[in-house]
T-cell receptor
Framework: DAGVIQSPRHEVTEMGQEVTLRCKPI?????LFWYRQTMMRGLELLIY????????DSGMPEDRFSAKMPNASFSTLKIQPSEPRDSAVYFC???????????FGEGSRLTVL | QKEVEQNSGPLSVPEGAIASLNCTYS??????FFWYRQYSGKSPELIMF????GDKEDGRFTAQLNKASQYVSLLIRDSQPSDSATYLC???????????FGSGTRLSIRP
């Protein structure tokens, strides 16, 4: 299996621009998680889905952030408008059931200037 | 209070010694507990999980869980330079599906 695939790997954008991060989970996995990692705050859970349905989005920092999962093989995390404080590595992870074994993608490093 | 707390380190341990990493959590309903390893610039990978009180051993790694004290630990025996990484403690909430991570402990094994 190819593992969890994220794109882009690196994104540099200017404040105010829209950013879209993409994730393809491992086939057959029914849970998908979006995390954000910074030195200051560590690995923060933003939102997670079960069978394409958002279960908990309490970690989404504000209305500028939105996430969708239109089907079992694709999810997006959108930031509009972006701000410098959004600079971080964004990880997508998927799992089977609630075993807790998360398979992470390589991450998308976002820099907002 | 953060939901999952870890000492950020760095923790420096000589090669061949035992490295001890600790984690506390706030949700008494937490059901499952995990240790992930993250090398610099890489994504986290699962190395151990534990569900019941007591010890669980896997090779050089031992996970310990004390639910009464809300405490999880990871012991690494015969530490190797390749063990140098950040170790993330993760806990599932009472629903068992939401996985929360601590900020991680940076471990350095010195030759």
């Amino acid at each position: 299996d190819a593992g969890v695939i994220q794109s882009p790997r690196h994104e540099v954008t200017e404040m105010g621009q829209e950013v879209t991060l993409r994730c393809k989970p491992i086939s057959g996995h029914d849970y998908l998680f979006w995390y954000r990692q910074t030195m200051m705050r560590g690995l923060e859970l933003l939102i997670y889905f079960n069978n394409n349905v958002p279960i908990d989005d309490s970690g989404m920092p504000e209305d500028r952030f939105s996430a969708k999962m239109p089907n079992a093989s694709f999810s997006t995390l959108k930031i509009q408008p972006s701000e410098p404080r959004d600079s971080a590595v964004y990880f997508c992870a998927s799992s089977v059931g609630t075993t807790g074994e998360l398979f992470f993608g390589e991450g998308s490093r976002l820099t907002v200037l | 209070q953060k939901e999952v707390e870890q000492n950020s380190g760095p923790l420096s341990v000589p090669e061949g010694a035992i490295a001890s990493l600790n984690c506390t959590y706030s949700d008494r309903g937490s059901q499952s507990f995990f240790w992930y390893r993250q090398y610099s610039g890489k994504s986290p990978e699962l190395i151990m999980f534990i569900y019941s009180n007591g010890d669980k051993e896997d090779g050089r790694f031992t996970a310990q869980l004390n639910k009464a004290s809300q405490y999880v630990s990871l012991l690494i025996r015969d530490s190797q330079p390749s063990d140098s990484a950040t170790y993330l403690c993760a806990v599932s909430d009472s629903s068992a599906s939401k996985i929360i991570f601590g900020s991680g402990t940076r471990l350095s094994i010195r030759p």
